[in-house]
């Protein structure tokens, strides 16, 4: 291989590694409070909690959860046996608030 095409070879390498770089860097976080809103208790399937906010950080058992340390929030999402959304929590600690779909009813 002469090293014009090693230089070519590497150009490509590295133009296809920022380009994937990039690309993940430039995914917007899902978790925001309008998706969090349209997640409806007895209704919303994981697969539908998966598409509006993304793969969770933690699941332990039926409980997924999401945080974001950064932003010091914290989303909670409890399903039951079948995978439906039974209870779903949005805690916020900049301003405080703490939603709670049980506290609704």
Sequence with gaps: MTS???????S????????FVGACASTPDQVMHRNYTQIHENASTRAEVGSLL??????????????RPE???????DFDANGKVIRK???????GSWEDSHDKK
């Design 4 to 10: 014009l095409s090693a230089v070519r070879i590497g």
């Design 12 to 19: 490509v390498v590295l133009v296809l590694g920022g380009m």
């Design 54 to 67: 993304g793969s969770p950080e933690h699941r332990i058992g039926d409980q997924w959860m999401y945080t």
């Design 71 to 77: 932003q010091h929030l914290t989303v909670i999402v």
């Design 89 to 95: 929590q949005w805690v916020d600690g900049k301003t």
